[in-house]
């Protein structure tokens, strides 16, 4: 989820879903830049193409903006295939990432679920350029969802009781989840299920909630911060074998522009993140419309950041 991680109204505003492979065009458009980027010394925020990572930017860049850092923000870049080579050739220097998926991103072996177990191998994992700081308490999984009407029809409460059934099945995700152990591999073979059909929509967005109630498919990937799971009658699906590990929400830095100050910042902010909070803070996005800058200052604010 990490997949991380998630949506209908912000995901439109403010993504495209062409941002979510990594096509030959440069796929970083700059937005709400406040000041000198990385050319200019400052720190460069970049986002993932879904409201909570674009708020977790927000909040990130505030949260440094207060501390003096200079901070230029270039969001909604698109997918980890997309972001992680641009913070390794420059074009941006800081992203929140998900321990999880970042840790199976770099090391296709990793094999820890609980959190700090997690935390611990993706460290080891990361390349030399690049740097984690403090993981929060701000957990946010990828999941499996599907109508409750539909679960309650196939009789499924986990994604292990869709054995037998996921032949007849259509399900839906981000186009990376056709390789990532995380999607159609890992339901394969982690769960013994192969699906009737996989449709390439997006990550935790529009495409794959509209998907969903409309039932052209029946079982597609959400984030579990995600309000529009219950708002629309929806069901996560139970993992029993972990196919998604702990993915706490931490700041992935390179390691050439971290300082005290810097990383003071970041690290403050994760100290006051937990689940709830990030969920409610979302929903203020998601649901309320608010615009994910403000909802930051108000969390900052406080939380004794700005």
Same mark, same amino acid.
């Given at each position: 989820m990490p997949k991380i991680?998630?949506?209908?109204?912000?995901? +439109?505003?403010?993504? &495209?879903?062409? /941002?979510?492979?990594?096509?030959?065009? =440069?796929?970083?458009?700059?937005?709400?830049? %406040?000041? %000198?980027?990385? %050319?200019?010394?400052?720190? &460069? +925020?970049?986002?993932?193409?879904?409201?909570?990572?674009?708020?977790?930017?927000?909040?990130?860049?505030?949260?440094?903006? /207060?501390?003096? $850092? *200079? $901070?230029?923000?270039?969001? =909604?870049?698109?997918?980890?295939?997309?972001?992680? @080579?641009?913070?390794?050739?420059?074009?941006?220097?800081?992203? @929140?990432?998900?321990?999880? $998926?970042?840790t199976q991103y770099f090391n296709k072996s990793a094999s820890a679920k609980d959190a700090d177990g997690v935390?611990?191998?993706?460290k080891a994992a990361l390349p030399a350029t690049l740097t984690v700081l403090d993981k929060s308490a701000a957990e946010d999984k990828d999941a499996l969802v599907m109508k409750k009407s539909r679960a309650d029809q196939l009789g499924v409460k986990s994604i292990a009781d869709l054995a037998g059934k996921s032949q007849q099945l259509t399900v839906g995700g981000p186009p990376e989840w056709k390789t990532r152990p995380t999607g159609i591999p890992g339901f394969k073979s982690i769960y013994g299920l192969t699906f009737k059909e996989f449709r390439p929509l997006d990550a935790g967005g529009p495409l794959t909630l509209n998907a969903l109630k409309s039932g052209q498919i029946d079982a597609g990937d959400l984030f579990t911060t995600d309000p529009?799971?219950?708002? !629309? !009658?929806? +069901? /996560?699906?139970?993992? @029993? *074998?972990?196919?998604? /590990?702990?993915? !706490? +929400? $931490?700041?992935?830095?390179? *390691?050439?522009?971290? &300082? @005290?100050?810097?990383?003071?910042?970041?690290?403050?902010?994760?100290?006051k993140l937990d689940t709830a909070t990030l969920a409610a803070l979302l929903t203020e996005v998601v649901t309320d419309k608010k615009d994910p800058s403000a909802v930051a200052k108000e969390f900052l604010t406080k939380n004794g950041l700005a």
């Amino acid at each position: 989820m990490p997949k991380i991680a998630l949506t209908v109204t912000m995901a +439109v505003a403010m993504a &495209t879903m062409a /941002a979510c492979g990594n096509s030959g065009s =440069n796929p970083l458009s700059t937005g709400g830049a %406040s000041s %000198s980027g990385a %050319s200019g010394g400052g720190i &460069t +925020v970049g986002s993932a193409d879904f409201p909570e990572s674009a708020l977790l930017a927000e909040i990130y860049a505030g949260a440094l903006e /207060a501390k003096g $850092v *200079k $901070v230029s923000k270039r969001l =909604n870049i698109g997918a980890r295939e997309a972001y992680i @080579p641009a913070l390794q050739d420059g074009s941006i220097d800081l992203i @929140p990432e998900y321990t999880g $998926v970042l840790t199976q991103y770099f090391n296709k072996s990793a094999s820890a679920k609980d959190a700090d177990g997690v935390y611990t191998e993706l460290k080891a994992a990361l390349p030399a350029t690049l740097t984690v700081l403090d993981k929060s308490a701000a957990e946010d999984k990828d999941a499996l969802v599907m109508k409750k009407s539909r679960a309650d029809q196939l009789g499924v409460k986990s994604i292990a009781d869709l054995a037998g059934k996921s032949q007849q099945l259509t399900v839906g995700g981000p186009p990376e989840w056709k390789t990532r152990p995380t999607g159609i591999p890992g339901f394969k073979s982690i769960y013994g299920l192969t699906f009737k059909e996989f449709r390439p929509l997006d990550a935790g967005g529009p495409l794959t909630l509209n998907a969903l109630k409309s039932g052209q498919i029946d079982a597609g990937d959400l984030f579990t911060t995600d309000p529009n799971i219950a708002a !629309n !009658n929806l +069901v /996560a699906l139970d993992d @029993p *074998k972990h196919m998604y /590990a702990a993915q !706490n +929400v $931490v700041p992935l830095l390179t *390691k050439s522009k971290s &300082t @005290p100050t810097i990383e003071g910042a970041l690290n403050a902010v994760s100290a006051k993140l937990d689940t709830a909070t990030l969920a409610a803070l979302l929903t203020e996005v998601v649901t309320d419309k608010k615009d994910p800058s403000a909802v930051a200052k108000e969390f900052l604010t406080k939380n004794g950041l700005a």
